[in-house]
Every structure is written in structure tokens, then in C-alpha cells.
């Protein structure tokens, strides 16, 4: 058999096996436990996990060939790799003792949770769940805060919970799954409010989808506000998801005094190769162009078209939309799958049916569009 078949075969029996076990969708803010059944070979379209469908940036692809023959060597001992905190810092012109590395940002997220562990951390309801389900696993309390009727981050009823036991308010900005944003300036002045009672985490996982994210980002923030911390990823914009790099930006004080806990060695979970990539990546401001303008032009197609059955679409400022089905009865994403093979998310809330849907390629969002309306998806709703 040839490889590519086997591959088939694989890839046809796990969609089986996937419908079979009565997969469920309903993590949509948590990917714990998200089996992912891609492949153009039978046809699934993924517009589940908020990837970024166009690939690296052919500079970051030529960097890993580049790096593939020091692949045997620790990255301390790879000259062009030594300075990568600095590269970051650079980047985002801050020093480098201000930059935590970590494999992916939900890692960052994870290690977060770990370690503000002694008292209450104040979350949105809904968010991205990593930072929040590990606090509570972890047996911390999770002061979660609902978004606005707009499903916005309700920063004036953040603010208001924070207690004596606050040890980190986590905002997502902007949000997922609500594809969201609150004004920056309102997000300033909550910065500086809440920081000096508690730190500060604004996850930016979606910042460079925006037209003017270096401006709205909160890293500016950060040398007059020592308790605020900035996450990010490589996963979205720079489309390295499977490269696992994502990483941290704080005050020195700060970064400091998380390092010896948990991040000591952390540059030693990132391969060369994912280095390699992120610089290159980070250099080429042309493929992080070209991914904003087909991500904005594939989603204003998709909003337009939803808008036009009654889709009551939120704003979107990422990669990705949310959307209310008011009437829509049984399970969308679970149909959606198994009619149309297009993955995508939704889950029920105290108000009702919402569904995620990634902005994949053009074409990949005009077959969503048929597939909806060719199942009247959306007839009832
Ligand atoms: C808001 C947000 N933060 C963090 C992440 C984690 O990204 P990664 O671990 O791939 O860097 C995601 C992934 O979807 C996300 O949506």
C-alpha cells in the first residue's frame, strides 16, 4: 500500500472512529481534548482551532532547512540562536530580561496559572480556558467575571472583583472565543487601575490581525506599569502552531522573579528549529501582511453572508467569528462535521446555541457558506 493511501485509510478511519465515539465540540475555549481529524485527502475542512490556513512565510521555511543541520546541537551552541531573547526584545523594543520564551502560549498560560497559586485569579466568562482550568485544577479560585451583553470583557466589574486575594486578572484581548476587542484606552486605564492591586495578564494571542495592533498593544504599557504582563504566540499570525512557540513580556522585576520558578530553562523547550522560524517570521513583515488582508477580506465575505440569512455576527477583530443560533435545535458543530465534513466549534451558553467558525481561505469560507445554506443551517435561527 502506498504511503499516501495508508494515510487515507488512517485519516478515513479516524473521522469514523471521531463520529463513532460521539466526539463532543463543546470545548470551544478549551482545546484540552479537541481531537483533530484534518486532511485535504477526505476532504475536512478545519475551521476549528483558529490555525492560520496559509502557512509559514517562506522565510521561515528556508530558515528551518537552514537549521536542519544543527539540529544535534543544544541552541546554546548555535551562534545565531544565542541572542533570541534579544531578537524578541528587539522586536518589541523592550531588553531581554524582559522576555519569557515558552513552548507555545499556552504553555506561558499553564505555567501562570501554577504559579499565581495562592490566592484568586479574576477571568472573563467566557474566555480561552487554558489559565483559568488549570487554576482550578490546581485548586486556586476563579473569580469569573460575564462578558457584556456585547460579549465584551466587562473591565468596570473586573475591576470591582479583584480582592485582597487577587493574585492575576487574565484578559483576553482580543477575546476568544468572542472574537471581541474593548477600546484601548479603557484597557490602558485598567491596566494602571488593577495593576496596582494585582498583576495584570493580557493574553494578545490575536493582536497582529489588527490594522494597528502594535499601537493598541499593551506592551507600551509595561515599564510605567511593573505588574503587567503581555503573552503571545507565533501559533496565529506567523501560522507556526505546530512549531510551539509562543513567549512572555514583562518588567524585568517581574520576569525575574517568575524565572526561577518555572522558567529557568525554559529557551530549553523550544527546538532550533522553532527559533530558526520565529526569527525569520519576525523579519518578514510581508507574509504577516498578506495573512491580515486574505483573513480580512475572507471574513468580511463570510460576515457579509451570514448578516444576509439574520445572522446576528459580533464584531470580529481576529481570526475567527462568533455567532448566536438563536433556534437552532441539536448540536451544529456535531452536523456540521458529519454532513459537511467542516470542523468548526459551538457550545451552549445561559443564552443560548454560539458557534466559532475560523476564517479559513476564501475558498474554504465559500464552503462553509454553501454547506450552511445548502443544509438551511440557518433557516431557523
Ligand atoms: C487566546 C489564546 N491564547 C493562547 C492560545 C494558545 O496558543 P499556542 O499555545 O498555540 O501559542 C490560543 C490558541 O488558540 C488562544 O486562542
Not at 489559565?131 to 475591576?159: F, Q, R, Y
Not at 517570521?281 to 498578506?290: F, I, K, P, T, V
Request: contains cysteine; charged residues 20%; aromatic residues 8%.
Amino acid at each position: 500500500m502506498s504511503q499516501q493511501s495508508s494515510r487515507r485509510q488512517w485519516l478515513q478511519q479516524s473521522s469514523l472512529a471521531l463520529v463513532g465515539l460521539g466526539f463532543s465540540f463543546k470545548s470551544m475555549a478549551n482545546e484540552e481534548g479537541f481531537r483533530r481529524i484534518t486532511g485535504i485527502e477526505n476532504g475536512v475542512i478545519n475551521l476549528g482551532s483558529n490555525e492560520n490556513p496559509y502557512g509559514i512565510s517562506a522565510k521561515a521555511k528556508q530558515a528551518i532547512l537552514d537549521m536542519m543541520g544543527e539540529t544535534n546541537r543544544y541552541h546554546f551552541n548555535v551562534p545565531s540562536l544565542q541572542s533570541f531573547k534579544k531578537t524578541i526584545g528587539d522586536y518589541y523594543k523592550v531588553g531581554e530580561n524582559q522576555v519569557l520564551v515558552t513552548a507555545g502560549s499556552g504553555e506561558g498560560l499553564a505555567l501562570l496559572a501554577r504559579h499565581f497559586n495562592k490566592g484568586n485569579i479574576v477571568a472573563a466568562d467566557i474566555t480561552f480556558g487554558v489559565l483559568p482550568n488549570t487554576a482550578k485544577k490546581i485548586g486556586s479560585k476563579v473569580i469569573e467575571v460575564p462578558l457584556t451583553k456585547d460579549k465584551v470583557h466587562d473591565l468596570p466589574a473586573m475591576l470591582k472583583a479583584i480582592n485582597n486575594e487577587t493574585q492575576l486578572v487574565y484578559i483576553c484581548n482580543p477575546a476568544n472565543p468572542s472574537a471581541t476587542i474593548v477600546a484601548n484606552s479603557a484597557l490602558k486605564n485598567f491596566c494602571e487601575e488593577a495593576s496596582k492591586r494585582t498583576v495584570v495578564l493580557i493574553d494578545e494571542a490575536y493582536n497582529e490581525f489588527l490594522e494597528n495592533g502594535t499601537d493598541q498593544s499593551m506592551i507600551n504599557i509595561i515599564d510605567k506599569n511593573p505588574n503587567v504582563l503581555v503573552i503571545k504566540t507565533f501559533s496565529k499570525i506567523h501560522a507556526m502552531a505546530g512549531l510551539r512557540i509562543g513567549f512572555i513580556i514583562g518588567h524585568s522585576s517581574l520576569i525575574s522573579k517568575l524565572q526561577p520558578d518555572y522558567f529557568q530553562s525554559s529557551q530549553m523547550c523550544i527546538s532550533n528549529l522553532a527559533m530558526a522560524a520565529a526569527m525569520a517570521s519576525l523579519a518578514d513583515d510581508e507574509h504577516q501582511n498578506m495573512s491580515r488582508q486574505k483573513n480580512d477580506a475572507a471574513r468580511k465575505y463570510t460576515v457579509d453572508e451570514l448578516k444576509k440569512r439574520g445572522i446576528d455576527v459580533s464584531p470580529s477583530y481576529t481570526n475567527f467569528i462568533f455567532f448566536p443560533l438563536k433556534k437552532y435545535k441539536g448540536n451544529f458543530a456535531e452536523d456540521m462535521f458529519n454532513k459537511h465534513k467542516i470542523i468548526l466549534r459551538s457550545n451552549q451558553y445561559a443564552d443560548g446555541l454560539w458557534a466559532r467558525v475560523s476564517i479559513g481561505t476564501m475558498d474554504e469560507m465559500k464552503k462553509f457558506i454553501e454547506a450552511a445554506a445548502r443544509s438551511n443551517s440557518f433557516a431557523s435561527s
